[in-house]
């Protein structure tokens, strides 16, 4: 197959992040007989640095021209602690979300077993872990309006507003994600307090009873789903929430497994899927060759297994990464003090063993 994949490095370590998931696509691409096109584009701080929008056009254009989209990270400190900024790198992100219809984020929680004594639960209530969140992405208190500041400057507000067919949508997601998995949802709200979470009950109880009657659907308040979720995480599977909720509670789920360095997500809509890391810029270890990978190399596994239906080659840079970490070819995140390998090491060990297996 021919597919033209735009790459967006971003800031902080994403440009050393994507070159690794490069790489592997590369080495995928020629032990299967693919042909991978690869453009890249400006985001984020890099691309206020170059022209002053944190979302150029051709960013866009080049986006919307291709069969999908790796993404870096986002971010940089000296935004971070200026609240008068008037561009901001993460109104990059939003923008792309909002303007290439991304509204469902996946983001899969899975155990890799030989880190389970890597997370900071304890083995026996991180065993099984299993589950997948699906965030809303681009609704909710995000995008709400109106938002501001009032004149005199004393008074703030955001908004939170859904629609019937924006939760709709998501619902159909996690439900049909649930049908290939445990058949769980958990939807996550805090209907006790919010009119939206009650608009989300109803209409995902409707869903659930007129489209998939034979998944079991649970429910949730946010405040106990944090709980439950370092309490007793093997029992979700998939994890549905609104946007904000989501962003939150998938960071949580995160470390459950050991490193926010290992996990993939994918960000899907109408239109070119995305697929990227759950961590972000890391800007602390920007430039300094030492930033785990594998989180952006198992994107590129989603990328190739949900946006290409190449199941074979996702699983082969699957078994790559498990191979890695059970060989302990590991990043300093994850590796005992002095034997840390480096990010190009990681991703060259990845895509030798692509070669050679
Ligand atoms: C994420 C990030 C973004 C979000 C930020 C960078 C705007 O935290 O992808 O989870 O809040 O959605
Ligand atoms: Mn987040």
């Known amino acids: 197959m021919q597919k033209v994949i735009t790459v967006l490095p971003g800031d902080g370590i994403g440009p050393e992040i994507t070159e690794q998931a490069v790489k592997v696509l590369k080495a995928v691409a020629g032990k299967f007989g693919h042909k991978f096109i690869f453009q890249y584009g400006l985001i984020g701080a890099a691309a206020i640095d170059a022209c002053g929008n944190p979302y150029p056009e051709e960013t866009h254009n080049m986006c919307i021209a291709s069969d999908a989209i790796l993404f870096g990270a986002i971010g940089d400190p000296k935004y971070d602690n200026d609240p008068s ?111 939206t979470s009650r608009l989300w009950r109803e209409v995902v109880t409707d869903i659930h009873k007129n489209e998939f009657p034979q998944i079991t659907l649970n429910f949730l308040f946010v405040d106990n789903a944090a709980m439950q979720l370092v309490t007793n995480p093997s029992k979700f599977d998939v994890l549905l929430t609104e946007n904000m909720f989501g962003d939150i509670l998938s960071d949580q789920a995160s470390v459950l497994t050991g490193s926010i360095g290992l996990l993939p997500s994918a960000s899907i809509g109408d239109k070119v899927p995305l697929f990227e890391p759950i961590h972000g810029s890391y800007p602390q270890a920007a430039g300094r060759n030492i930033a785990n990978p594998l989180a952006t190399i198992l994107s590129a596994a989603m990328m190739l297994n949900d946006a290409f239906h190449a199941k074979d080659e996702a699983e082969i840079i699957k078994n790559a990464c498990r191979a890695a970490i059970e060989q302990k070819i590991l990043t300093e995140d994850l590796a005992e003090s002095g034997k840390a390998f480096s990010t190009t090491e990681t991703g060259d060990w990845i895509e030798g063993y692509i070669l050679n297996n």
């Open 85 to 195: 900024a008037k561009v901001r790198p993460e109104q990059g992100l939003l923008k792309m979300r909002r303007e290439l219809g991304l509204f469902a984020n996946i983001r899969p929680v899975e155990l890799f077993p030989s880190l389970a004594n890597r997370s900071p639960l304890k083995e026996e209530i991180i065993k099984g872990v299993d589950m997948v969140v699906v965030r809303e992405l681009t609704g909710g208190i995000y995008f709400g309006e109106p938002r501001g500041r009032s004149e005199d400057g004393s008074k703030a507000y955001d908004t939170c507003v859904y629609s019937k067919p924006e939760v709709e949508r998501i619902s159909r997601v996690a439900f049909n994600m649930a049908t290939g998995r445990r058949g769980v949802v958990t939807l996550v709200d805090k209907a006790n307090v919010l009119a």
